[in-house]
């Protein structure tokens, strides 16, 4: 079986042949001769070898966008996220496939193929694509005793040196070209430590998919397992930077994983973590842990994402723990105790900004602006005005804070579309009522940033709501909440919503119980239980709406209203026919610095026919949402269309 498989249409074949030639040069084995050997099943051969390639490159062409063969073998191959798209000639790509980059390629001269080949690189270091169903014993890579005797004195001699000193960059002594090239990782077998080492297949199933996530979604270079492994073996290990190593343990209703990362020249143990997931669907635990660690990896050694200064680097951590808990107190306080050790970190202070105004949203609170303002600051002296994370919160503060759309559009075109911040400019066009077009810039940040940005899920199931796809929104919703941790209720809120206009009338009641069960466990007063009482209290008025329940609905309406929360009151008001909601939407109209980050979830609320009632039209334009500025952001987008791949669509504004 071939490392990778190539999808064109016959009519190319002798173009393609240049591009085969070259992958082969490489070493990489190629499938690509559709003559399939006499008394072989034609598709069978197909499939067999489709299904065993590590990477799957098609080829755009006048000829190949019009078959039917090319377009079911690529969309395999998206489907199992191994897709290489290539174009030779000037042709619009099908549809299913223009989220993804494609490179323009001459055949004859292979000019623009390099991207290609780093493509092709990362999938194949990967491996083949997991399976959806356990592995054999027979199919685990195999570790003799004295294999794992290694493993383990390598993990206990390379422990216990501190993180942040190899995240300043000392790493012993080393050229300029080592310092310059991809770090190289390994990721070793998982072993499997529950009581009846019964678990393996499980184990392999998460360390095959973090290998896969880790080599097609960050810089580093992979170092194959086996090869890792032959390493160990052979004791040059220290050709290796890095090291992945874990272990699984099933009990009772838990599937426990530790991870560790190890800096292999340094000696130093960089993180050991723990992820929890239940036992009850083990592929769906498989895939959410699996993203846990890539994700949790790859925020870790960003060299820009993570605090430099040695003390910061434990309640940083903390801050990562918290992180999407839906307890925006402790985000705020452990972003607070990094930055006082580590005062000059400008992405902490840029995230602190977003924390902020994110708890002045919920909460209604003044004090919070102010310290997001200070915080902002603070980006911007600790970096430069120059500096994409002082721009950032600069940005954030424009758009949710001051209304000032127009500023915040001049600060992202001018600073951060350049570093291909696409989701920030996608948040103004969501806040700016231009949600088709946010939701396109969405669907690029999360299928680029799969494991490391559950924003981008969010924010696109919540714009795929608000255009009545809740079909859609809720399957997007239900991935944001796999990319979070598993007791996280924040995904709740998206979903509850959604399963209610579906009509799922049980399964928006059960996240409504949800929310009261986490309400019930948390400290009275604190950010999570007025979040999570807020949760159940809107989820609740949306299902006896649905059901026609309205006087349960009024009550939970009528407690939205005591927590501060009158936009959402006065959309369950209107959804009631009760005039009531006209009072308060002017009323919040008022007090627009505390609404405008909520606004998107109010309009995923209100049913459709329901955007265009007046009391909903006059508070939007309040917030800064006017026909005027569509139209003005529409014609600046025409400036943009080709960094953001991005029009306005066809429809009066």
């Known amino acids: 079986m071939a490392d990778v498989f190539v999808s064109y249409a016959s009519e190319d074949r002798d173009r393609v042949a240049q591009i085969v030639s070259e992958l082969e040069r490489r070493g990489y084995s190629v499938w690509w001769d559709r003559r399939i050997d006499l008394g072989t099943s034609f598709d069978r051969s197909i499939e067999a070898e489709l299904d065993a390639a590590s990477c799957v490159l098609v080829v755009w062409s006048k000829a190949s966008v019009q078959s039917e063969w090319v377009l079911n073998e690529a969309s395999e191959g998206q489907g199992r996220g191994i897709l290489v798209p290539v174009r030779i000639d000037d042709v619009r790509v099908p549809l299913a496939f223009r989220r993804l980059q494609t490179a323009d390629v001459d055949p004859q001269h292979l000019s623009g193929f390099d991207p290609v080949l780093d493509a092709v690189a990362r999938h194949v270091a990967g491996g083949p694509a997991s399976r959806s169903a356990p592995r054999a014993a027979s199919e685990t890579p195999a570790l003799s005793g004295r294999r794992v005797a290694g493993l383990v004195a390598l993990v206990i001699v390379l422990s216990g040196t501190s993180a942040a000193w ?241 500023q915040a559009e001049r600060i992202l075109r001018e600073n951060l579309i350049e570093n291909g911040w696409f989701f920030s400019y996608g948040l103004l066009l969501l806040a700016s009522g231009l949600t088709e077009e946010a939701a396109v810039l969405f669907k690029r940040g999360s299928d680029i940033n799969l494991p490391f940005f559950p924003a981008a899920w969010d924010w696109l199931s919540v714009a795929q709501g608000i255009m009545g796809d809740e079909q859609s929104a809720l399957a997007t919703a239900n991935v944001f909440a796999r990319l979070v941790p598993e007791d996280s209720v924040v995904p709740d809120l998206d979903r509850g919503i959604i399963a209610a206009k579906l009509g799922r009338i049980g399964e928006a009641e059960e996240i409504a119980r949800r929310f009261d069960e986490a309400a019930s466990r948390a400290d009275n007063s604190s950010d999570y239980e007025h979040f999570t009482r807020f949760g159940s209290h809107l989820i609740s008025a949306k299902t006896h709406t649905i059901a026609n329940d309205y006087a349960r609905a009024k009550r939970a309406a009528d407690d939205l209203l005591q927590m501060g929360a009158m936009d959402f009151a006065a959309a369950v008001y209107l959804e009631l026919g009760d005039e009531t909601a006209i009072e308060l939407f002017r009323e919040a109209a008022s007090q627009s610095r505390f609404y405008r980050r909520g606004l998107p979830y109010l309009m995923l609320y209100l049913e459709t026919d329901l955007h265009d009632h007046p009391a909903v039209v006059d508070f939007l334009s309040a917030l800064g949402q006017t026909p005027e500025w569509k139209r003005e952001l529409c014609g600046r987008i025409r400036d943009l269309e080709q960094r953001l791949r991005v029009t306005c669509a066809d429809r009066a504004l």
């Open 166 to 406: 190899l995240l300043r960059g000392h790493t012993g002594e080393s050229s300029t070209e080592d310092a310059l090239r991809p770090k190289r990782i390994a990721v070793l077998p998982f072993q499997d430590l529950s009581p009846g080492q019964d678990q393996q297949w499980l184990a392999d199933g998460i360390q095959v998919r973090v290998t896969q996530i880790i080599a097609s979604s960050t810089g580093y270079r992979l170092v194959p397992t086996r090869l890792a492994v032959r390493m160990i073996d052979e004791e040059s290990i220290g050709e290796l930077d890095l090291l992945l190593t874990g272990t699984l343990q099933q009990e009772r209703d838990e599937n426990r994983l530790i991870v560790e990362l190890t800096d292999v020249k340094s000696k130093a143990q960089i993180w050991i973590q723990e992820f929890v997931s239940g036992s009850e669907d083990l592929f769906e635990s498989q895939q959410r842990m699996a993203l846990r660690v890539a994700r949790y990896f790859d925020t870790t050694l960003d060299s820009t994402s993570v605090p430099q200064a040695p003390g910061a680097w434990s309640p940083y951590l903390k801050y990562l723990h918290y992180q999407w808990g839906g307890a925006f107190d402790q985000e705020v306080y452990w972003l607070d105790q990094t930055l006082r050790e580590d005062p000059d970190w400008s992405p902490g202070w840029s995230a602190l900004t977003s924390q902020l105004i994110r708890r002045a949203g919920v909460l209604k609170d003044d004090n919070s602006i102010e310290q997001a303002r200070a915080a902002a600051d603070m980006a911007c002296r600790s970096s430069g005005s120059g500096d994409p994370f002082c721009n950032q919160a600069s940005a954030e503060l424009a758009l949710w804070i001051d209304g000032d759309f127009a």
